[in-house]
């Protein structure tokens, strides 16, 4: 049942009319396992991934780069290295194109040490090399953007803001920009990979920003019980820490200060050309226990902006009234009932309605607020994500979302605290589901997809991300040969699929790369 329905049927009626209604029907959603990303593998294994290059062309590849941006630098060795390049083009295109998945992804982390030349040139090589024609490469996440510190329009600081102060990169250097243009030369779509509601620490410490992070009941915001220490993350430099979910600032959906900002990044990012963005994060905080919510004050709907949108909503002033009652206090009593009829009565200067019944008016009345307050609570993260996406969608560029299928679960009226419509969003946005369930066949995998696409348009683009690596199971997940075999066997229409993470494949280069120690004349990665 929608929001606007639920807003419309009571907007008709008076506050003795609500007593009429009896129960509510809810939406339910499946469980699903998840699994959390783990330390990096011990060992690289090739495995057998679809479209790869071979070990003699792999090799030859790697010297020309060297040869090219790396040792000695020569017109020659530039050429033979673009002529190699286009070469594996071209055959990488063509074998996707008769090649199921035809869309073979995988979700990357740039690091400043990427700007030295050779570096990024040989992971986009790597990719290339597995077959992946497509990379969701991290734009904005926990609290910073992928953007050059001298062209950041944003509030957010800039992913290479310490390497800069060090001198390593130049403040103009565009490593978003850069790695688009390189992607494309491999015939590899680059998609920015962006979290929505989740603004990251940082954020809390930016000016005139308080009124735009979503409260709870109590008034706390996400990060009232961090694990940080305050004082050793302040100016930014909670984004070298590990973050859990209680170090994350979630924004108010329904403030436009929140909109405003994320729809800067956007732009910002649009600008360098991507292939497109999917959007992670597009939900409220979850809990340590995973229990489903059942009280309004659970919900992160108390900041001023979502909670005057809440009450302007409704029309009735009885409805009103009360509604403004539950959210204060976490209930409806008999006598909010009865004193808000008698006060709203005397205002109008009318005779106030005689509630025969006002415990059970107030029990039912209570029902009918819960699921306005959760319908708006769900409304917030799709206009969300649909306002700050706006610009792509202007631009023709494609427009994904990242989600855990059980994030919209709902059952006898409580909710994933999530609060995670994503069986509600636009049907023009790819859909992304983490379906990292744990079973050594990836039969159970290939459930949480068969669970996504039953619930969703035709015309959507279902492309599930699987988490491993090729030839071996890793973290408890199996390989991503077996779990591709059993998504083809259950759901064989699947023609997109992407892999986190790529680090989990080249962990020495991402080790590398994230200490500043990368340089680019590291050995290839080949077949084994």
């Given amino acids: 049942m929608k929001h606007k329905k639920y807003l419309n049927d009571l907007n008709k009626s008076s506050l003795l009319l609500i007593i009429s209604v009896a129960s509510l029907s809810m939406v339910n959603a499946g469980r699903d396992g998840s699994a959390i990303a783990g330390s990096l593998p011990e060992r690289i294994l090739w495995g057998n991934p679809t479209c790869d290059v071979s070990t003699s062309e792999i090799l030859r590849k790697h010297e020309l780069r060297k040869a090219a941006l790396v040792v000695s630098p020569s017109p020659n060795a530039q050429a033979q290295y673009r002529a190699i390049i286009q070469k594996h083009k071209s055959e990488l295109q063509a074998c996707r194109d008769r090649t199921s998945p035809q869309t073979q992804a995988t979700w990357l982390r740039l690091y400043p040490n990427d700007a030295k030349a050779g570096v990024l040139e040989d992971v986009f090589d790597k990719a290339a090399n597995r077959g ?79 009124g735009a992070v979503a409260l709870n009941g109590n008034g706390e915001n996400s990060i009232a019980n961090t694990n940080f220490d305050r004082q050793q993350v302040a100016n930014g430099r909670a984004f070298y820490e590990d973050a859990y979910e209680k170090d994350h600032l979630f924004a108010d959906p329904y403030s436009a200060i929140a909109k405003t900002d994320l729809t800067t990044v956007v732009k910002a990012l649009m600008q360098r050309n991507p292939d497109g963005i999917v959007f992670d994060y597009v939900r409220y905080p979850t809990n340590s226990t995973g229990v489903l919510i059942d009280n309004v004050k659970q919900l992160w709907i108390h900041g001023q902006a979502s909670r005057t ?59 009918l607020l819960w699921n306005i307050a959760t319908n708006h609570a769900y409304q917030g993260v799709i206009k969300f994500v649909t306002a700050i996406s706006a610009p792509l969608k202007q631009n023709n560029l494609a427009i994904g979302t990242v989600f855990f299928s059980n994030g919209n679960r709902a059952e006898s009226g409580k909710f994933d605290a999530r609060m995670q419509p994503w069986d509600r969003f636009p049907a023009y946005m790819e859909r992304h589901p983490m379906t990292y369930a744990l079973c050594n066949d990836g039969k159970c995998v290939a459930d949480q997809v068969a669970e996504v696409v039953s619930q969703s348009a035709p015309e959507t683009l279902v492309c599930p991300i699987l988490a491993g690596t090729w030839g071996q199971s890793f973290d408890g997940h199996p390989s991503f040969e077996k779990q591709m075999q059993a998504i083809r066997v259950k759901e064989p229409k699947i023609n997109c699929i992407s892999h986190f993470v790529f680090a989990w494949m080249e962990p020495e280069s991402d080790r590398l790369r994230k200490a500043g120690k990368a340089t680019g004349l590291e050995n290839a990665t080949v077949p084994n």
């Fill in 132 to 210: 992946y024609n497509q990379i969701f490469i991290e734009t904005f996440y926990d609290g910073r953007v992928l953007l050059p510190v001298a062209d950041n329009p944003t509030p957010w600081r800039s992913v290479t803001e310490e390497a800069v102060k060090a001198g390593e990169v130049s403040a103009d250097y565009d490593l978003w920009k850069q790695a688009i243009v390189i992607g494309k030369e491999r015939g590899i779509k680059v998609y920015g990979w962006s979290f929505t509601m989740n603004f990251g620490y940082g954020y809390s410490e930016i000016k005139g920003r308080s």
């Fill in 309 to 367: 949108a809440l009450l302007n909503s409704i029309d009735n002033k009885n409805v009103r009234e009360l509604m403004a009652l539950y959210l204060q206090n976490g209930d409806l009593t008999s006598d909010d009932v009865v004193q808000t009829e008698k006060r709203l009565a005397e205002t109008a200067k009318v005779k106030p309605t005689n509630i025969k019944n006002p415990v059970e008016t107030a029990a039912i009345a209570e029902g």
